[in-house]
């Protein structure tokens, strides 16, 4: 109530019509008349999309603000919230290193809508990859370490190199929470043009390799953070499911080419052998081959036509 009210009393000040608020904050015309009827109350995503829209009209109103954050994290799905907690220092402090202009302010005060993502189809993909590949000089049986490319505007902070961060955090994040979370993107601009990601290093390389790349794919994709979802006891922005599969399908096909893989089934090599190629890990190999329809000839299962 006490925010339907603030929401009210500031739009009604501002002359906004619903319709003007509504294009503002990013949160359909219909949920935000519904909201101002009183009926019913909003979700998690409009309720922050409100709050941030109302600022220090927030506070004076008494409301309180769990402050978002505006990360996107590669978390396992139990990750505790002390863990969070310690991301979140990390992310404050990647953003003052890395002399940011949202300064550890809450970030911007106009989110993007909250919009439909459109997935790409396979082919799509794959030929992304494949032009990828080819702006990087690849052959295309040639492996590719992704931990050596720069992409430009994307600063990648190795979690176990980077001094800016406090050594209890560095130590939590790297020793007992090291399984909880693989990487962290963090916008250095209200336009998410310019990022930095902080890599955990604690992982294998094979596992960093399509880690950070799939970073880099949500960037070069243009995904933006507009999904509001709690993490432990934290709000944290997202990408939503449709970009998530794209930047990790991006990121198999980037390292584990198509065509390669036809080749190494064609000549029966084993998964194992084909990871160690490329350096990534056998299972990715295996998601590749299982997407690609390749899996049967792999694994050699014989089919026939029964005589009768
Ligand atoms: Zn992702």
Redesign the pocket.
Known sequence: MQLVDAVRRKREAEGLSIRALSAVVGISFSTLARIERGDGLPDNNSKIRLLEWLGTDAEEAGLTFDNVAFV?F?AAKNVRSSTVQALLRAADCIRRGAGADIRGERPASKLPPDHEAFALSKEELEQTAEKFRKDLGLAPDQPLDSLQLDVEDVRVFRLTQTDCLQASVANRLRNEACEEWSAMSVPLENTEDSWAVLLNDCHTRERQRVTLL??FW?ILLGHKLTKIARVAEAFGRT?DKG??HD??YLASATLLPRSALIKAVGRKISSAEIARKFGTSPELVDYRLKRLGLWREHVGKKVALSSN
């Open positions: 996107h590669r799939e970073e949500h990408y970009e998530e930047a990790y």
